[in-house]
């Protein structure tokens, strides 16, 4: 886990065309109500919420309240692995001074101060630990785990993988979406491929590696997701 850069956005702005980092961001949003838009999926973000965007991941943002935005680049490793793609945290009061105070220590340090990087890895293990104190239905939790223990099976096939769950296939599949925002297999290809960028970004493993590493028995699909 490293921090590389930390920048204010402050216009209140209405839209951001289309654009990529070759790092993780992570957009912390001050004030607002903003839609995220990234791999044909939208995302509703609000003001003291943090949504996380992948390396190489194309996104763009609209807002009808104007916004003010704080941007981190960053990489993040293993121990992250419940800060994926499209991941929404929501700040407590207490607790949003800290991106203020990241960025103040950015802007005065000539280099990454160790006082920067201690603030940013607390703000990703307050991240962390938001998302997994969530009061998340029983069942979808079930799912969420199952898929996070397994989505780099590549015979892995979601409708047959919950029948442990006491509940009609129909009915459970409307109710991780409505608990995550996401299908069960949205949800499964979003967390591979930002497990991918993130081994892309991280290693010199070549792309079949990768593949093969995150669930995709096809490294010519797997390229394309691209």
């Known amino acids: 886990m490293r ?11 209405l839209f951001s065309p289309e654009n990529k980092q070759n790092k993780t961001e992570l957009l912390y949003y001050l004030n607002g109500s903003v839609t ?13 919420e943090m949504i996380v965007i992948p390396p190489n991941v194309s996104h763009e943002e609209r807002s009808e309240t104007g916004i003010n935005v704080i ?3 960053c990489d993040f490793d293993r121990s ?8 929404i945290v ?6 949003r001074p800290l991106f203020n105070m990241l960025l103040k220590e950015y802007e ?12 940013f890895e607390l703000i990703i293990h307050f991240a962390q630990y938001i998302v997994r104190a969530r009061d998340v239905n029983p069942y979808v939790s079930q799912m969420l785990k199952f898929i996070r223990g397994n989505y780099t099976d590549p015979d892995l096939i979601l409708k047959d993988s919950f029948s442990f769950i006491p509940m009609a296939p129909d009915y459970l599949r409307r109710l991780f979406s409505a608990e995550t925002g996401q299908r069960p297999h949205e949800y499964l290809e979003n967390m591979r491929l930002g497990r991918s ?8 493993d070549m792309i079949s590696e990768v593949a093969y590493k995150v669930g995709y028995s096809d490294p010519i699909y797997f390229a394309r997701r691209f």
Not at 37 to 46: F, I, Q, W
Not at 197 to 204: G, I, P, Y
Request: aromatic content about 10%.
């Open 36 to 48: 995220v838009k990234m791999n044909g999926a939208e995302y509703t973000v609000r003001g003291g």
């Open 3 to 13: 921090f590389y850069h930390c920048i204010k956005f402050e216009e209140n702005w």
């Open 197 to 204: 960028r993130q081994l892309l970004s991280a290693t010199n």
């Open 90 to 95: 929501r700040f407590p009061e207490h607790m």
């Open 80 to 87: 992250c692995d419940v800060l994926t793609e499209g991941t």
């Open 71 to 73: 941007a981190i680049l």
């Open 108 to 119: 005065h340090s000539v280099v990454i101060s160790e006082a920067a990087e201690s603030i």
